[in-house]
């Protein structure tokens, strides 16, 4: 990446990177003509999850590309993103630009696990006027291959583990007691996967919803109109609830994903864990969320502690007039026609460190996408190649506008 920079006109001393512990981050910082003006942020990151070779159809770590798509782990979550955002600025440095703010590039080096390079780079780059993260929002493809319409995310959800565990005296298997650590923590794990959190409603996710339903047609179209003018809609919640796609846009969403109990196939057990993992709405506490986690489950016996890492609550960016107008103009100028709405992203990015900062971030890249063709963090990732052209000349006309 540093090597591409200087060539297209960063200087070497203006693309740093900085080693933490088995990763690193890279910051490149163009200089504007105003030294008093707060920096313009492009961020995102370059690391993936992991991908077993062994599963894929093709190596995910070779970039292929076949039948218009770039195939690979990190095609869609982010490296083809980070890459176009790179061309774009490289583009405008041999134009001419000049910047009146700063531009500073800021790659992460974890945001798919610890986050902490993520934090480090929001606290370096706290005096942002504002983040653009190329790694949120996005286009809609139909099936047809037509754009259908755009998003950028403009809050997204607090993440957060709560780890549940019952402890007994065990004893030997042949003589069963009434309590039993692994029987009261299952009973206590249908309670919190029966229980459904209050919906909620904010002003972003009551456009999205009434924006959304205009796209959208039949029994998922009207549920959304359905929720946006009463969040508790019960034939409405049921609808959205029922489907992958909006379940996390409708309130905090808590479910087991990991689960531990016993110590010998002859012995009742003296301990038995679990995790809960949720996705919490802007502007709820954690310390609520984990003490209605206690009541649902019901278990006398059960603790329940915050075991989170690398995550901060943080509430969503304001609907700031400059950017929206940015990314409109950006988004009609490349894909005209196509409507633009704000979001809120059901998944943690390195946006909630900046907004724990209370610097505005916005998710806004510019990659359409099928939902057929969406395997971020699965099998034989891919994205269109056909997103080139217009996502480089989307960011030359949404950071020229905002560096301005």
């Known amino acids: 990446l540093t090597s591409v920079l200087v060539a297209g006109g960063f200087a070497r001393d203006e693309v740093t990177i900085t080693p933490v512990d088995d990763t690193a981050y890279l910051?490149?910082?163009?200089?504007?003509?105003?030294?008093?003006?707060?920096?313009l942020v492009v961020s995102g990151h370059i690391d993936v999850?992991?991908?077993?070779?062994?599963?894929?159809?093709?190596?995910?770590?070779?970039?292929?590309?076949?039948?218009?798509?770039?195939?690979?782990?990190?095609?869609?979550?982010?490296?083809?993103?980070?890459?176009?955002?790179?061309?774009?600025?490289?583009?405008?440095?041999?134009?001419?630009?000049?910047?009146?703010?700063?531009?500073?590039?800021?790659?992460?080096?974890?945001?798919?696990?610890?986050?902490?390079?993520?934090?480090?780079?929001?606290?370096?780059?706290?005096?942002?006027?504002?983040?653009?993260?190329?790694d949120g929002g996005g286009g809609r493809l139909g099936e047809d291959g037509r754009p259908q319409f755009f998003t950028w995310n403009g809050a997204e959800k607090t993440y957060a583990d709560f780890e549940l565990t019952v402890t007994n005296p065990g004893g030997h298997s042949s003589a069963p007691r009434p309590q039993n650590a692994i029987n009261q923590l299952s009973a206590a794990l249908v309670r919190i996967g029966n229980y459904r959190f209050p919906p909620q409603l904010s002003d972003l996710t009551k456009t999205f919803f009434v924006e959304a339903a205009k796209q959208k047609s039949g029994a998922l179209a009207a549920a959304m109109r359905a929720f946006a003018a009463n969040p508790r809609d019960e034939k409405a919640i049921a609808v959205l609830a029922a489907d992958p796609a909006y379940v996390g846009q409708i309130g905090t969403t808590c479910g087991a994903t990991m689960v531990s109990g016993g110590h010998a196939l002859n012995a009742l057990p003296q301990r038995a864990t679990a995790n809960i993992n949720c996705r919490i709405f802007p502007g709820v506490k954690p310390a609520d969320v984990m003490a209605t986690l206690q009541q649902v489950a019901a278990e006398p016996g059960m603790t329940i502690r915050d075991v989170t890492e690398g995550s901060v609550a943080n509430d969503a960016s304001p609907l700031r007039p400059d950017f929206v107008a940015a990314v409109?103009?950006?988004?009609?100028?490349?894909?005209?026609?196509?409507?633009?709405?704000p979001s809120m992203s059901a998944g943690a990015s390195d946006s909630m460190w900046f907004r724990y900062h209370h610097v505005p971030s916005y998710g806004a890249s510019p990659m359409f996408i099928k939902e057929s063709d969406e395997f971020s963090h699965g099998l034989n990732e891919r994205t269109p190649i056909d997103n080139i052209a217009p996502g480089i000349a989307y960011y030359r006309s949404l950071f020229t506008d905002l560096s301005r």
């Open 27 to 39: 910051i490149a910082r163009w200089p504007g003509s105003d030294r008093t003006a707060k920096p």
């Open 49 to 134: 999850v992991e991908a077993k070779a062994a599963d894929w159809q093709r190596d995910p770590f070779t970039p292929v590309v076949e039948n218009g798509f770039l195939y690979g782990r990190g095609a869609t979550d982010m490296k083809f993103d980070a890459a176009i955002a790179m061309a774009a600025l490289i583009d405008m440095k041999r134009a001419g630009y000049r910047p009146r703010r700063d531009i500073v590039l800021a790659f992460s080096g974890d945001e798919e696990t610890r986050m902490k390079t993520s934090a480090m780079i929001a606290d370096q780059l706290k005096n942002a006027e504002m983040v653009i993260n190329i």
């Open 328 to 341: 409109t103009k950006a988004m009609a100028a490349t894909r005209p026609g196509v409507p633009v709405f």
